[in-house]
């Protein structure tokens, strides 16, 4: 069974860094393309962040330059390095395969929470 597990939010304020981990269990890490997601308050999930089998990373417009996705596969986690960070970031963040399609639309883990204050 497939566990995704989100860790590494918290309070920050304008400006501050957070690094967020996913440990991923029960799936051919190495294979799948990851992506970190965010839900802001009031608003659907959105993919932040992808990260390619082969590397290729891309960004939403509104983090790029600030945020870097990354992997691990030794350790089965994906990171998501969080700089400059503006209120507008605030949401809970949640990794998954992207898309996530198949059954991995039931593989979303409880989430970390990001909260940034001005």
């Known amino acids: 069974q497939v566990q995704l597990v989100e860790s590494g939010g918290g309070l920050v304020q304008t400006g501050g860094s957070l690094r967020l981990s996913c440990t991923a269990s029960?799936?051919?890490?190495?294979?799948?393309?990851w992506g970190w997601y965010r839900q802001a308050p009031g608003k659907e999930r959105e993919l932040v962040a992808s990260?390619?089998?082969?590397?290729?990373?891309t960004y939403a417009d509104s983090v790029k330059g600030r945020f870097t996705i990354s992997k691990d596969n030794a350790k089965t986690t994906v990171y998501l390095q969080m700089n400059n960070l503006r209120t507008e970031d605030t949401g809970v963040y949640y990794c998954?395969?992207?898309?996530?399609?198949?059954?991995?639309?039931?593989?979303w883990g409880q989430g970390t929470q990001v909260t940034v204050s001005a």
């Open positions: 029960g799936t051919a890490f190495s294979a799948i393309p």
């Open positions: 990260l390619a089998t082969f590397g290729t990373t």
């Open positions: 998954n395969k992207n898309p996530a399609s198949g059954w991995f639309r039931t593989y």
